[in-house]
């Protein structure tokens, strides 16, 4: 824009300056180019390449011949679909469970003073810290037929047989949503930290109640970070393997699982990857569906009635 | 905001000598009620903010709460509005308590600093918010939101998201919004600080005009005293929690009751006098003023700079008091100019004079003695602190 | 074959370079097991006095199986000089071409179950699958045999058997019909799964490590199960209240193998010799339950007699079970696996 101004004034002024800017842009583009090129080489190296490798792998059969065995598989086999259908129902309700648990608590600490709320958020990143599969036998302690909430449930006198908590998808989800958690209250806390305070007070002086202000001004403002904890949430869970593997009890299998049997079952490599193609392009699938969902949902504008 | 905004100026300007003001906008012009604020008392932790603060505001009054921040006019306001809850005292609308009543039952309408607007909803949604609330049908609210837009000059922009606005447009918006539920009173907080200075003159004018108009109740904080003083019918100057002083502008400005009342508004200097058996002394001379002299102690005299003017004659004459003083520095500011002069007991005054060739052919140099001339009619006595 | 190979040695390549174990330490190998307690038996039986008597240093590693020794030989990065395997993966990687052929002439196959002995692999140890129970929920009249286990009215309990190992629990579930150990190969695999099938809706835990079957007997979250001997013996030094036997036990044997490519493989060659002569192979029962494949072990005196009972390749123990057959599931792995989660993964 301002080379064109320049150019418009003609002469031999004109042209020199224009000359000058055009340079100074290309060197400029250049000097960006220079700086994101280490990003931009590892991610090709380390992501691009990887997976484009995968890919060509699939297309591979265990006599090295080209062939959609690998994907004819899935169809040939029942138990695929529906290990495939048990990661999604298991994704779903775990990403449900945080959804639950973590909007109250993502709420209460958005509340808090910011002393306290920083006490608190340590609380919530802490098991961070420890091992997923330290926590995730402490889950089997804590839920497994004679472990500490049945035996104090029957102590107590609350139920007479044990509830069956661990080894089950119940168990699974139990687990997962433990160490899910954090992925959700960590985003929503942050959204939710930039909520203004005085839109929640503007709210309550043209005529919200208290509850009504939560539902028509809070919450739709919250919905993006909420979308964004939903979203990773429900991501990860796709690929989790260590929780479902200890909790499920065999009987809750994901397709993380089903690639590593798979990947040992068969003498190629192409088995195992047939599988992690399709759950990146169904990850991929999905994520484009939550933009399209939610992207326009938390930024855009939409009658309120 | 250039073209339309001067234009809009220019549209309000007439309005306001309209004889025939477009009173009916709305469809029932809300019905202005009194607030009689006594003893309210407010404490965060051990600090008090507020302490035993009285006020009443009369039906349709523009009063304004002015005060450096930390002085208690916004926790006053917060207390109005029901965001905050005051330790003491209470607050009738009309002769209706209103201390307990939870803040969205207050039908109080509030202009916020930062506007306040839901991001996520657009124009109209906005300003139908209060409407919803208030089950109002939805023809009956597209009707009203209308009229409202049209009455803060945002026609057409219902469909608008609020990102999309500029700052005046939003403030309009926040406007609309706190009026178009017709509220018995308006708050507003520093609603035009965020805007730049042009647009905030403008602004000033459109909200006075506007509360012309419809007439409300409302209550205004700002800490910009020229803002105050030409918006409000009256000003409530706070100063640690109290109010300094409550009087309409002019009064304020011409007959302030206190030091600090004086400093904060307008510029003053301070020259200490003595109250003797009912006359009062600077110095050696006895100063003439046309109110009554406080009988006796140490007191102030304020000297605001335009009151001065310089006089050739050394002895007073009239009801002219006259100040022997040295010029110490004369400032030309086009339309007028700054005169830094220095008494004889090394109190600093300051003489502003508008740039009329008579005194211009009199303008003195630094260094040179001059008499400063003063009235008896704007002679004004605070207490010393 | 070629194009995958090249493609993983130019993957593999640069990842592993730095790994590989330098050409000039002719002196030392690396072998690797499955780690764990089997492991450390697994040193001071067959590594520490081989590399004693050989004057060679042993490194140790940890293998997940034969994925890693896929990984290694197709992508021309060979760490190990000698791995051990499940049989059926080493007659799956035979089949593959991954490892190097044995040369017999240096190792002494006698006394080896000639099933365990072939040109590239060679049997190095055994393991049992058998049937565990609680005392505390069935005293002394536990299921004593798979019939029992699989029948759920004289024997209520919760029930775990292994879902990751298909090839044990499908031969469980054929010994389950009552065919007779010598007639459980080679395994009717469908009538072997429409057993499964009956008792599948009452299995509590499928398992897929010996941990978590361990975990599930030890902590009372089932009542029976199948479980490996290794597992089965330390619950019960442990003092669990468990009761096994090896009657209707399945043998399956672990081997070991020289990757193709392996830089030591001389040296590797006699390490393994050593590693199966009866003088060594007498000492791994003296710190595991994992029974020697030399049967001449039992000969050699080193094993105390009353240790002899409690080793599940004692002959007269080898007598109540079912050897797997590694090349019957060479052959009808996949196969089999595949079916078998079909039927029981939902």
Redesign the interface.
């Known amino acids: 824009m301002q080379s064109a101004r320049f150019e418009d004034l003609g002469g031999p002024h004109g042209t020199l300056n224009a000359d000058a800017l055009r340079a100074d842009a290309r060197r400029e583009s250049f000097g960006l180019l220079a700086l994101l090129s280490p990003g931009l080489l590892l991610v090709f190296t380390v992501i691009i390449v990887p997976i484009g490798?995968l890919f060509?792998?699939s297309l591979?059969d265990e006599?090295?011949a080209l062939s959609a065995a690998n994907y004819a598989?899935f169809f040939e086999?029942?138990?695929y679909i529906?290990?495939f259908i048990?990661t999604f129902k298991v994704a779903f309700f775990v990403t449900g469970a945080c959804v639950l648990l973590g909007y109250p608590l993502a709420y209460m600490l958005s509340q808090l003073p910011r002393r306290a709320a920083s006490i608190c958020l340590i609380f919530v990143i802490l098991p961070f810290w420890t091992s997923v599969l330290v926590r995730t036998y402490a889950w089997?302690?804590i839920l497994?037929?004679?472990?500490l909430a049945n035996s104090w449930l029957i102590d107590l006198g609350v139920i007479s047989q044990p509830l069956p908590l661990?080894?089950n998808f119940a168990g699974v989800i139990i687990g997962m949503t433990h160490i899910m958690l954090p992925f959700l209250v960590l985003p929503l806390y942050a959204s939710m930290k930039t909520i203004?305070t005085?839109?929640l007070?503007?709210?309550?002086?043209?005529?919200?109640?208290?509850a009504?202000?939560f539902r028509?001004?809070f919450f739709?403002?919250s919905?993006p970070g909420l979308a964004s904890g939903v979203v990773i949430v429900f991501v990860l869970c796709l690929g989790f393997f260590v929780t479902p593997?200890?909790m499920g009890?065999?009987?809750v299998?994901m397709w993380a699982m089903r690639m590593e049997?798979t990947?040992?079952?068969?003498?190629?490599?192409g088995a195992g990857a047939a599988l992690g193609v399709v759950l990146l392009a169904v990850t991929l699938a999905l994520l484009g569906l939550f933009q399209w969902l939610l992207g326009a949902r938390a930024t855009g504008?939409?009658?309120?009635? | 905001m250039e073209g339309s905004g001067a234009e809009a100026l220019l549209r309000s300007v007439c309005a306001m000598n309209d004889p025939e003001p477009r009173e009916m906008l709305l469809s029932i012009a809300p019905s202005a009620l009194p607030i009689g604020i006594s003893g309210i008392e407010k404490r965060f932790g051990g600090v008090s903010v507020l302490r035993d603060l009285s006020l009443d505001v009369a039906a349709g009054e523009f009063l304004t709460l002015l005060g450096p921040s930390g002085s208690g006019k916004t926790t006053l306001l917060m207390i109005l509005?029901?965001?905050v809850r005051a330790n003491f005292g209470s607050i009738k609308v009309g002769g209706e308590e209103i201390i307990t009543t939870?803040?969205?039952?207050?039908?109080?309408?509030?202009v916020?600093?930062?506007y306040?607007?839901?991001?996520?909803?657009?124009v109209f949604?906005n300003i139908a918010?209060?409407l919803?609330?208030?089950r109002v049908s939805a023809a009956d609210t597209a009707e009203r939101v209308e009229k409202a837009l049209d009455l803060v000059q945002l026609k057409g922009l219902g469909e608008r998201?609020v990102d999309q606005l500029s700052g005046g447009q939003r403030q309009r918006v926040a406007l609309a919004?706190?009026i178009v539920?017709e509220p018995r009173i308006v708050l507003m907080d520093e609603p035009l600080s965020a805007l730049d200075k042009g647009l905030r003159e403008h602004m000033q004018i459109e909200l006075r005009n506007l509360h012309r108009r419809l007439g409300m109740t409302t209550v205004y904080v700002t800490h910009d005293q020229r803002e105050a003083i030409t918006m409000s019918d009256r000003i409530a100057v706070m100063n640690a929690g109290r109010i300094e002083q409550i009087d309409r502008p002019e009064v304020l400005y011409a007959r302030p009751q206190t030091r600090f009342v004086a400093g904060f508004i307008g510029d003053s200097s301070f020259i200490p006098v003595e109250c003797r058996n009912g006359s009062v002394w600077y110095e050696d001379r006895k100063i003439r003023m046309a109110a009554m002299a406080p009988s006796s102690g140490s007191h102030l005299m304020v000297v605001r700079p335009e009151k001065l003017r310089l006089v050739t004659d050394a002895e007073p004459s009239g009801s002219v008091n006259v100040l022997p003083a040295t010029v110490g520095d004369v400032i030309y500011q086009g339309d007028s100019f700054v005169c830094y002069a220095v008494l004889r007991d090394g109190q600093q005054v300051t003489l502003r004079d508008y740039c009329r060739s008579d005194v211009l052919a009199k303008l003195p140099r630094p260094g040179e003695p001059v008499n400063l001339g003063i009235d008896a009619e704007d002679v004004v006595l605070v207490a010393a602190d | 074959?070629?194009?995958?190979s090249c493609?993983h040695s130019l993957?593999l390549a640069g990842l592993l370079a730095s790994a590989a174990v330098p050409a000039m330490a002719a002196d030392t190998i690396t072998v690797a097991s499955w780690g764990g307690t089997y492991q450390e038996a697994q040193t001071k039986a067959f590594f520490k006095p081989t590399a004693d008597a050989l004057g060679i240093t042993i490194k140790e590693d940890t293998t997940?199986?034969?994925?890693d020794v896929?990984l290694q030989v197709t992508g021309n990065a060979v760490k190990w000089d000698i791995t051990e395997l499940g049989a059926d993966e080493c007659a799956?990687g035979s089949k593959?071409g991954l490892f190097e052929k044995l040369d017999y002439s240096v190792i002494d196959k006698s006394g080896i179950n000639p099933k365990l002995v072939h040109d590239d692999w060679v049997g190095i140890s055994y393991t049992s699958v058998v049937l565990i129970y609680r005392t505390d929920v069935f005293g002394d009249k536990g299921p004593k045999t798979w019939a029992d286990f699989w029948n759920v009215e004289k024997f209520p309990g919760?029930r775990?058997l292994s879902?990751?190992q298909a090839t044990e629990t499908l031969s469980v579930a054929a010994l389950a019909e009552g065919i007779p150990i010598d007639k459980v190969y080679p395994v009717d695999i469908d009538g072997a799964l429409k057993s499964v099938d009956k008792v599948k809706g009452h299995i509590?835990?499928?398992?897929?490590s010996g941990a978590?079957a361990m975990?599930?007997v030890k902590?009372?979250?089932v009542d029976m199960a199948s479980i490996w001997n290794g597992r089965a013996g330390t619950l019960k030094k442990e003092g669990a209240p468990v009761a096994f036997s090896f009657d209707q036990g399945v043998l399956t044997a672990d081997c070991m193998v020289i990757p193709k490519g392996s830089k030591n493989k001389d040296i590797a060659m006699k390490a393994l010799a050593k590693f199966v002569s009866p003088e060594l192979q007498a000492n791994l029962p003296l710190y595991v339950d994992n029974g020697p494949a030399n049967e001449k072990a039992f000969e050699t005196g080193k094993i105390p007699p009353e240790r002899i009972k409690d080793i599940n390749s004692a002959p007269e123990n080898v007598k109540k079970q079912v050897l797997q057959d590694p090349a019957f599931w060479r052959d009808t792995?996949?196969e089999a696996?595949?079916k078998f989660?079909?039927l029981?993964?939902?």
């Open positions: 490798w060509w792998l591979y006599t090295g598989r086999q029942a138990s529906r290990t048990t089997l302690v497994q037929r004679k472990g661990a080894n203004d005085d839109c007070r503007a709210g309550m002086n043209l005529g919200a109640s208290p009504a202000t028509q001004i739709p403002l919905l593997a200890l009890g065999g009987k299998i049997q990947t040992s079952l068969y003498s190629n490599w504008v939409w009658s309120s009635r | 509005a029901g965001f939870p803040p969205h039952r207050r039908n109080i309408g509030m916020f600093q930062n306040a607007l839901f991001p996520h909803m657009n949604h918010f209060p919803k609330q208030r998201r919004r706190a539920f | 074959m070629t194009r995958i493609i993957a997940n199986g034969l994925d896929r799956r593959e919760r775990a879902g990751s509590d835990a499928w398992w897929t978590q975990q599930l902590d009372g979250e792995l996949v696996t595949e989660n079909n029981v993964q939902q």
